[in-house]
């Protein structure tokens, strides 16, 4: 048995060694900017130990149009990657709809989800 001793500190050193980055997209708000208009935003949490991220952890509210504008920069830098897409814009959405902020909310996880798998849109620092 102690013969495994080493490669099992060994198997757990290089474990310990691997990079990681967990996303949660999750805590949608209800906003009300006027009278007439309000907007949802999602609470993101970030917890990692990857060398491309100066906070190993980090929360911040962001909403949807703010994640059409990072779609938007990540396309425009020229990096000919296929980018993941973002829940479809859609002019029925309705606000105080549980459903259907938890549906955007699982597409907005799915999209950061795909692009922090890419090394090449975690480096692009424009």
Known sequence: ???FAPKMDSLLENLSK?????????????????HWHMHVDYEICLHTNSMCFRKKTSCVR???????????????NGLMIELPKLPPWN??????????VDQRMKGLQ???????????????SH
């Open 18 to 34: 691997t990079e990681f980055v967990g996303i949660c997209v999750q805590d949608p708000r209800l906003h009300k900017d006027d």
């Open 62 to 76: 962001r909403r949807y149009s703010e994640f059409v504008w990072l779609r938007h920069c990540l396309a425009q």
């Open 110 to 124: 799915e999209f950061l989800e795909i692009v922090l798998q890419n090394p090449l849109l975690l480096s692009d």
């Open 91 to 100: 002019p029925f959405f309705r606000l105080k709809n549980q459903e259907q």
């Open 1 to 3: 048995m102690e013969e």
